[in-house]
């Protein structure tokens, strides 16, 4: 099965990325893992740790959740 090309990055580094400009505080874990998406397990990887992180609100962490769940229906 074919992957759609995902033009401007993932749905969830674009919103790492609006979340950093916005002057929030991401932890440097979460952003490497975010860098070096290669699939459903990194998909994974990354929602796990953003779901331990203790720096994120409940909603930030549920905005970025959900954006995984996009990235993984277009996978």
Do not use: Y
Not at 49 to 62: F, N, P, R, V
Request: hydrophobic letters at 35%; aromatic letters at 2%; charged letters at 30%.
């Amino acid at each position: 099965m074919a992957k759609k090309k995902k033009e401007g990055g993932t749905n969830v580094g674009n919103a790492l990325r609006w979340l950093a400009k916005q002057g929030k505080t991401i932890a440097p874990g979460i952003l490497d893992l975010a860098g070096n998406l290669t699939g459903l397990d990194s998909l994974q990887k990354l929602s796990n740790a953003i779901s331990g992180d203790t720096e994120l609100s409940e909603i930030d962490k549920q905005i970025l959740l959900s954006e995984i769940q996009k990235d993984i229906d277009l996978d």
